[in-house]
């Protein structure tokens, strides 16, 4: 067992400019905060850390210095959360605090504490490796698959080379696939490890993402999963299961159609929609919720459909501008289908995706299911609906349910 001083100087040796990630977790009431990570970035030529903590539906960051961090996260860890995990150059560690406030710390070293070099970067001397990480904050951080470590599927896609070096030219789609697969990693415990989860893809297109779910959670995870992929373009759906078949991913499908017509499934675990177009969306959304998905995962894409019926008298000023109207009418269309899903039983979160093939920075709407639908809960969305003389192509599909 760690008292305060030992877990204090524990901490302070890994906050520095070697550290890839701090991870804590298991907090002992989910009121608020139910995780929160630690990294490093570069600010100005200045080592500060970014402290991202996590609600069920939102992200807060804060970027502090050494001192304010190694503070925080000690009074976050004695008052909230369970668990720590530490990956950093210089070695790793592991943080148990019991239900008695016993703490427990398991470390593993790759220098002594206080040597010179390579990881001992604290402050602004840093080390030449730690330098390379920090001028790109984002690249090699917290990815699930990392730089350095072939990946078969993302060389034969062009993604990396054999040798597992990232193609600079493909380094956006590269980080595109790490975040998706974040996002997977969230929903793992919702995945069953002693039966064969279903899991359906629709509008897979050439399926980089679908690949690499497929990759993670089968080959790295070991989950017995099937995957299908579903699309409407014959010839994608050719060369996505010849790809399928050289991979050796024997539980991986690719089937031309659309998921408001598939009926090769009669239940199925999670629903993937990533640029379905426009009420495509809803369609795949509706299907999820009738086979009682437990996770829906959905990118959207081209929402017009409200864009044609928006209108209230007091917004006229701001919806008179096509642009205002046009973006308006998709951030109001994914919170509609938010509102939807937590009404369905579902917990529905609203976040930040990269999306390189439409725009920059994408919504993603994660739902994953937690019991019985709020059907008294929808008096506040119809008055929206009806304020905005709007109804949505999911309200409709999912009338019987509400």
């Not at 499908?253 to 809803?282: N, P, Q, R, S």
């Amino acid at each position: 067992m760690a008292d305060k001083r030992e877990l204090e100087e524990a901490f302070r040796f890994f906050l520095n400019g070697e550290l890839e990630r701090m991870i804590f977790s298991n907090p002992r009431n989910r009121d608020h905060y139910i995780k929160m990570t630690v990294r490093p970035l570069m600010l100005k030529g200045t080592l500060k850390f970014q402290v991202e903590e996590f609600t069920e539906k939102q992200a807060f960051q804060k970027n502090m210095d050494r001192e304010e961090a190694l503070s925080y996260l000690l009074k976050q860890l004695d008052s909230l959360y369970r668990n720590g995990e530490v990956v950093s150059g210089t070695g790793s560690m592991n943080v148990l605090v019991g239900k008695k406030g016993t703490v427990t710390v398991k470390k593993k070293l790759k220098i002594a504490p206080g040597q010179k070099g390579k990881g001992a970067a604290s402050g602004n001397n840093l080390s030449v490796e730690a330098m390379e990480r920090l001028a790109s904050h984002n690249r090699k951080k917290n990815y699930v698959l990392a730089e350095g470590t072939p990946v078969p599927f993302l060389a034969e896609l062009g993604v990396m080379t054999a040798d597992g070096k990232v193609v600079k030219a493909r380094y956006d789609k590269f980080r595109q696939i790490n975040r998706f697969l974040e996002f997977i990693e969230d929903i793992l415990p919702r995945l069953d490890r002693n039966r064969v989860n279903t899991i359906i893809d629709f509008g897979c297109g050439k399926s980089y993402l679908t690949f690499a779910m497929y990759y993670y959670l089968k080959e790295l995870k070991g989950y017995p999963i099937q995957v299908v992929g579903l699309d409407l373009k014959k010839d994608v759906i050719a060369l996505c299961n010849r790809l399928s078949e050289k991979f050796g991913f024997e539980n991986l499908h690719f089937y031309h159609g659309d998921i408001a017509g598939y009926e090769g499934a009669t239940h199925v675990d999670m629903v993937v929609t990533l640029h379905a177009c426009d009420t495509a969306t809803d369609y795949a959304m509706a299907k999820a919720v009738r086979w009682g998905a437990d996770v829906i995962l959905s990118v959207p894409c081209c929402q017009h459909e409200l864009n044609s019926q928006i209108s209230n008298g007091l917004l006229q000023p701001v919806l008179g501008y096509g642009l205002l109207k046009e973006r308006m009418s998709a951030l109001i269309t994914d919170g509609i289908r938010a509102q939807l899903l937590e009404q369905c039983g579902y917990k529905t979160q609203i976040l930040e995706f990269i999306d390189m093939e439409h725009t920059p920075k994408n919504i993603m709407i994660r739902a994953v299911k937690q019991g019985k639908p709020k059907k008294d809960e929808g008096l506040e969305l119809q008055k929206l609906m009806e304020e905005l003389h709007v109804e949505p192509t999911l309200y409709r599909l999912l009338r019987e349910e509400l």
